[in-house]
């Protein structure tokens, strides 16, 4: 009996101890829930796309590689960006971005459509996109080996494109303190890949350095481009589940999680501080 009675405590006592972790993710999880299952007025959302992106090349000067991001190149110099259009890439990016928001449970309006928006039901938001660039530049890897009592380097000269985005996000008619204008960055990129490593050839005493590489395209600069307007469509929707999750649960120990959302199942997962918006100060 005595051993019995000692089993529930200690049943009872990890009950207690998991609590604050159940505490915290179920209630969340249910208000997640409640914001793309159960509300009768889905978000209205404005996308306000950009009247000017910027598209620079930054070589890499080995004589000066801290300054490498202070000023551009000429365009003419890079090995890439050269051959594209600003505004074909932005478009590209534009059109992906307002594809992909379509797939989650928001109403998505463009700047024509803003008598529209305005009278539309329930929370409405703007996400302006207030800067865009596009980037490509250059970045040393090196690989370093001592082999005997000799070190060997091998450097490679890699090229990169980013795609940088700061959109200004405010609820319409709630500019309080708490609740106003805040900037979400975003980063994407893509460049060449190279794995290797050195060979030591014990009979000659000869070492080499072999590799296999994955250089990138111009192909990989629309498929950036594309990829990262889906990304940013999720990073809006789940910006604003968060927010309505972080105010809207019902948690004793601790906060909600931060959810992610997955379009295509219908079903969320817990995220950390990466793959979503970076919140900067407006």
Known sequence: MMFLFKKRLQNIALFFLLLPALSSCMPGLRTARQFTDSRSEKPAVMIVPPTLSFINYYPFDPANPQAQFENPANLEESNFLKDFDEEELTDIFVESLFAHL??????VFRP????????????????????????????????????????YRQDFLL?????????????????TEENGMQVLYSNFFTGDFVDGRFRYRGLSGEVTYQYSSILVGPNDIIELNRFAGQRNARYIFEHLLNRYVQKNASTVFASPAYFRYNVN??????????????????
């Open 112 to 151: 024509e459509q803003f008598d529209e928006f305005l009278s539309a039901p329930g929370e409405r938001y703007i996400f302006t996109i207030a800067q865009t660039e596009i980037i490509e530049y250059d970045e040393v890897m090196t690989d370093r080996a001592l082999i005997d009592t000799t070190l």
């Open 159 to 175: 090229r990169n494109i980013a795609r940088n985005t700061w959109f200004e996000f405010v609820k319409v008619d709630d500019q």
């Open 102 to 107: 379509k797939r989650y449970p928001l109403r």
């Open 265 to 282: 199942t219908n079903s969320f997962s817990r995220g950390g501080e990466q793959n979503r918006f970076i919140l900067l100060e407006p």
